[in-house]
């Protein structure tokens, strides 16, 4: 190995947070996407010997990230949302069950983990909107090649041979698996666009409402907010809520518990998320409760994702784990 590509290899933590970005596509879940970046960082130093520097080390980075992407889907049921698991929930405590385990569902991931610091605003947008959850979610159902295929052609906007050398494939394969993964999406709808809208003054302005009505808990002022198709889901649980007048009565009902509570804006999966504090049952200070992710379309609130697993979430997020009164 030449010493041009020995310090080429010494620079692989430079492609950390793109390759994170890639494996949190592919796997739905920040935790899984580190693992994944780990072991591919440890496989190129193992395997450097075998690296002759035709391809570039980017690629040849990714074609690891990609197999271990791969063998980790391999023989696994996809990460999934509530709402794939059946029929809205009524409004009541018995509809919680039982939490499922957290392979179960697509995460969240931090902005600063995955989305490119000061790079080209178009392209940026791209990176904010592959990230959502909705377009994670729709990912998940398709094979894993086919995601590979995806991802890097849509998002990373790699060219059809450059993919298939990764693959060890032809570029007529690419294509088509390209075109097979895109009608799949398109026949069952599963990117619905309700993350589409870009931040803009009238989106924080609605952000900003949400946040008081919450924390004042006035149900009334905050369901008005919300589209009349709005949907909540609450991961790790099944349940999902349809509409504004379920979602009201949850919040009156089974979660009551999060009045008197306080917000913080999170930098979440190319959005804004808001971290919800409850207050102390000792009534001194707020203790860590769930994340939230407002989904916007047409100035109101059409998908609350509102994440429960505060003891493995917040510390992921930076966030504190208390809020003094």
């Given at each position: 190995m030449?010493?041009?590509?020995?310090?080429e290899m010494e620079d692989t933590e430079q492609y950390r947070g793109e390759l994170t970005g890639y494996c949190y596509r592919m796997l739905g879940s920040a935790f899984e996407a580190e693992d994944a970046v780990q072991d591919t960082l440890v496989r190129a130093w193992r395997g450097m010997d075998g690296f002759d520097g035709r391809a570039s080390l980017r690629s040849w980075l990714y074609r690891i990230a990609t197999?271990?992407?791969?063998?980790?889907?391999?023989?696994?049921?996809?990460?999934?949302?509530?709402m794939d698991f059946g029929t809205a929930s009524p409004p009541?405590?018995?509809?919680?069950?039982?939490p499922l385990p957290e392979y179960s569902w697509i995460g969240p991931i931090p902005d600063d983990r995955v989305l490119p610091a000061g790079d080209d605003p178009a392209d940026l947008a791209v990176a904010r909107e592959s990230?959502?959850?909705?377009?994670?979610?729709?990912?998940?159902?398709l094979p894993p090649r086919q995601r590979a295929v995806l991802i890097l052609r849509d998002v990373l906007r790699w060219k059809a041979s450059e993919v298939a050398e990764l693959l060890d494939t032809t570029a007529a394969s690419v294509n088509s698996?390209?075109?097979?993964?895109?009608?799949?999406?398109?026949?069952?709808?599963?990117?619905?666009?309700?993350?589409?809208?870009?931040?803009?003054?009238?989106?924080?302005?609605?952000?900003?409402?949400?946040?008081?009505?919450?924390?004042?808990?006035?149900?009334?002022?905050?369901?008005?907010?919300?589209?009349?198709?709005?949907?909540?889901?609450?991961?790790p649980y099944a349940v999902w809520l349809y509409g504004p007048k379920d979602i009201g009565e949850w919040m009156?009902?089974?979660?009551?518990?999060?009045?008197?509570?306080?917000?913080?804006?999170?930098?979440?999966?190319?959005?804004?998320?808001?971290?919800?504090?409850?207050?102390?049952?000792s009534g001194s200070g707020?203790?860590?409760?769930?994340?939230?992710?407002?989904?916007?379309?047409?100035?109101?609130?059409?998908?609350?994702?509102?994440?429960?697993?505060?003891?493995?979430?917040?510390?992921?997020?930076?966030?504190?784990?208390?809020?003094?009164?």
């Open positions: 030449t010493s041009v590509v020995a310090r197999n271990v992407c791969i063998d980790a889907l391999n023989g696994r049921n996809r990460r999934a949302m509530p009541v405590q018995a509809s919680l069950g039982e990230i959502r959850l909705a377009f994670v979610a729709a990912l998940q159902h698996a390209m075109q097979r993964a895109r009608a799949t999406l398109a026949e069952h709808d599963l990117v619905d666009g309700a993350s589409s809208e870009a931040m803009n003054d009238s989106h924080r302005e609605l952000l900003e409402r949400y946040v008081d009505t919450f924390e004042r808990y006035d149900i009334d002022a905050f369901v008005a907010l919300l589209h009349e198709d709005a949907v909540q889901s609450m991961p009156l009902g089974p979660g009551i518990g999060c009045k008197y509570g306080r917000m913080l804006p999170v930098a979440i999966n190319g959005t804004i998320g808001l971290a919800a504090y409850r207050r102390r049952s707020h203790e860590p409760f769930s994340i939230h992710v407002p989904e916007i379309v047409d100035g109101r609130v059409k998908r609350m994702t509102v994440f429960l697993d505060t003891s493995a979430l917040f510390p992921l997020f930076g966030l504190p784990l208390n809020l003094d009164a």
